[in-house]
Nanobody, 119 residues
Framework: QVQLVESGGGLVQAGGSQRLSCTASGRIPSRNWMGWYRQVPGKERELVAALNSFGTPNYSSFTQGRFTVSRDDDKKMVSLEMNGLRPEDTGVYYC?????????????WGQGTQVTVSS
């Protein structure tokens, strides 16, 4: 069973930076996406950014070059560097692992970490 544990988050002023990290445990299927989703107040959970096991990134448009996702497969880690934070980035950020199989996929989620950006 895969488990994801996040670290980072907290309170930051607008324009500031934060780094979120997520460490996975357990056996991780070789084909996968690892990344971050968020849920901001009043909205559904949405993709922030992710990297697949080939290193191909997928960023949501709102990141606009402010966020960088990276992964270290040896350490089973995925990180999110966030710069130029805005109050509208406030929300709960979730680490996600999407394991891809031939005819199915399996999603794993971290517990979530709060990011609050003050104006």
């Amino acid at each position: 069973q895969v488990q994801l544990v996040e670290s980072g988050g907290g309170l930051v002023q607008a324009g500031g930076s934060q780094r979120l990290s997520c460490t996975a445990s357990g056996r991780i299927p070789s084909r996968n996406w690892m990344g971050w989703y968020r849920q901001v107040p009043g909205k559904e959970r949405e993709l922030v950014a992710a990297l697949n096991s080939f290193g191909t990134p997928n960023y949501s448009s709102f990141t606009q070059g402010r966020f960088t996702v990276s992964r270290d497969d040896d350490k089973k880690m995925v990180s999110l560097e966030m710069n130029g934070l805005r109050p509208e980035d406030t929300g709960v950020y979730y680490c996600n692992l999407r394991a891809l199989f031939t005819t199915s996929r399996q999603e794993y989620w971290g517990q979530g970490t709060q990011v609050t950006v003050s104006s």
